[in-house]
């Protein structure tokens, strides 16, 4: 039993290294913090709350890269190009 506990708990020590602030994953996206806060609470971005802290694994913040892909058609893209 104690190989298992001493397993499990490394485990978990490598997962919450690599969790993300907010204001770390904003920085990694090139976002400010207060538009990862909202992507939060609108839904699209999961995130966990551990001591009052909010943060993100950065599995989660790729998946929500990848679910807001635009095509080269779109008119955002088109926008930001210019005439």
């Not at 551990?50 to 058609?73: K, Q």
Request: include cysteine; glycine fraction near 6%; charge should be positive.
């Amino acid at each position: 039993m104690p190989l298992d506990h001493a397993r499990s708990s490394s485990n978990a020590s490598v997962i919450v290294e690599g969790l993300l602030s907010v204001h770390e994953a904003a920085e990694r996206v090139g976002l400010k913090h207060l538009a990862l806060r909202r992507a939060i609470d609108r839904g699209e971005l999961t995130a966990s709350k551990l001591c009052g802290r909010v943060r993100i694994d950065p599995s989660e913040l790729r998946r929500w890269i990848e679910s807001n892909r635009v095509a080269p058609t779109d008119a955002t893209i088109v926008e930001e190009r210019g005439p």
